[in-house]
């Protein structure tokens, strides 16, 4: 069965700090996706990673997947207070049942 | 432009009252999901359609059932609402398999 997890479930920070949110699977894939939510809010895509080594920026936010490691990052950068949000990485199970898994989430506050 | 509508955005429904949720797109995707999240949890797979193919997670109770009329809509169908159904319900859409997810809004879902 393909686990997720992230870490930290809670971040709290100052503005300007860089830090970075781990998502670890259990088992073999080679997509993974991070996505937003705000209080209340659906579920805003973020990125796409499609393959070992791939890394996509939007922003202050950077995203990194190691498939040998089984292992994501998302990396934030001299944050900011609009960054507060809850952060989910989901990993595709392709060929067996076909669907997303999604990890806990991590909560994000950042203190202005 | 909103491309995965639901409606409505708040329903309230008395314990074992029926209630159906909905929700269309704009988008032409394959694939629509309807997803389950409890405060402060990751969202949870009911089930999904492929086309008109109907695919049930194995731990979604027989309460839940869903219909896929058309390409466009997607219903959520609770047959008896109890008081642990409370949550917000997301549709989601992708154009295929494994593809980047689509959000709507959610659907909060109060149980009296």
């Known amino acids: 069965e393909l686990k997720v997890e992230q870490n930290p479930l809670f971040l709290s920070m100052q503005e300007g700090k860089n830090y970075t949110i781990y998502c670890n699977y259990s088992?073999?894939?080679?997509?993974l996706y991070w996505y937003r939510q705000d209080p209340g809010k659906s579920l805003e895509s973020l990125f796409v990673?499609?393959?070992?080594?791939a890394v996509k920026q939007e922003g202050r936010l950077m995203a990194s997947l190691d498939t040998k490691a089984r292992l994501s990052t998302l990396h934030i950068t001299a944050a900011v207070h609009d960054l507060s949000a809850t952060y989910f990485c989901?990993?595709?199970?392709?060929?067996?049942?076909?669907?997303?898994?999604f990890g806990k989430g991590t909560r994000l506050h950042i203190l202005p | 432009d909103a491309m995965v509508i639901q409606n409505p955005r708040y329903q309230v429904t008395q314990f074992g009252k029926p209630v159906t949720l909905s929700c269309s797109q704009t988008?032409?995707?394959?694939?629509m999901y309807w997803y389950q999240q409890k405060s402060s949890q990751a969202p949870k797979l009911l089930f999904h359609?492929?086309?008109?193919?109907?695919?049930n997670e194995a731990d979604t109770p027989d309460n839940f059932q869903s219909r896929r009329p058309n390409t466009s809509f997607c219903f959520l169908d609770i047959r008896s609402p109890g008081l642990g159904d409370a949550a917000m319900y997301l549709c989601?859409?992708?154009?295929?398999?494994?593809?980047?997810?689509?959000f709507g809004p959610g659907t909060r879902l109060l149980v009296l």
């Open positions: 989901a990993v595709f199970l392709m060929n067996r049942d076909d669907k997303i898994i």
């Open positions: 990673l499609l393959s070992n080594g």
């Open positions: 088992t073999t894939s080679d997509r």
């Open positions: 359609y492929y086309d008109k193919d109907f695919n």
């Open positions: 989601a859409t992708s154009r295929d398999l494994g593809e980047t997810q689509y």
């Open positions: 988008l032409n995707h394959n694939v």
